[in-house]
């Protein structure tokens, strides 16, 4: 499996590059989001099918992204963009996903977390009971998401059960 890290910061370099030209890259930001939260998803249940999902979202980022660019700084400097955005899927060629950390205020020190986006697939109530059920903590965040935090095989057990409620059903 692709580790998606290298990628996923190479792309995030350019939107935040494009942003600070003044471009709006919202869309490209919000489509990185969404496939940091699926790869984290299939870091913690391997079966999950969410890792095609997150390669779409990246797809869907880096055409924006250098569609954008394109447009504002001309073909040369895309080219030099694609160049840096295969050399990411050269070095995470081979590699397994680690899984992407970073400092989250109000999460203490060594607890594990995870940010879910609620949707019709999956509501604050569902979210919030069945963290409750694990012993996590919840706290609502801005943009319709809940930081879910504790023990990191709670964690684990927490994205596993939201995986397989937002899972389609099989008809059979």
Known sequence: MLN??????????????????????????????SAKTLFTSQQADPDSPTAVEAQLYLDKAEANLL????????KKYVDNWLNTIEEARQKGMGETS????????G????????????SD???AKDIQATAARLGLECKPQEQ????????SDEIKK???EIAEK?????QG
């Open 121 to 123: 697939l999956v509501n």
């Open 107 to 118: 999460v203490p020190k060594g607890q594990d977390w995870v940010r879910i986006k609620t």
């Open 98 to 105: 680690k899984p992407l950390r970073s400092f989250v205020p």
């Open 67 to 74: 569609s954008l660019a394109e447009s504002c700084q001309g």
């Open 4 to 33: 998606y890290e290298y990628l996923w910061k190479a792309l995030e370099a350019l939107a935040i590059e494009l942003k600070g030209t003044g471009l709006d890259v919202q869309g490209a930001i919000q489509d990185l989001k």
């Open 158 to 160: 927490f994205i596993r």
């Open 144 to 151: 319709e998401s809940i930081l879910v935090h504790g023990k």
């Open 166 to 170: 937002t899972r389609p059903k099989k």
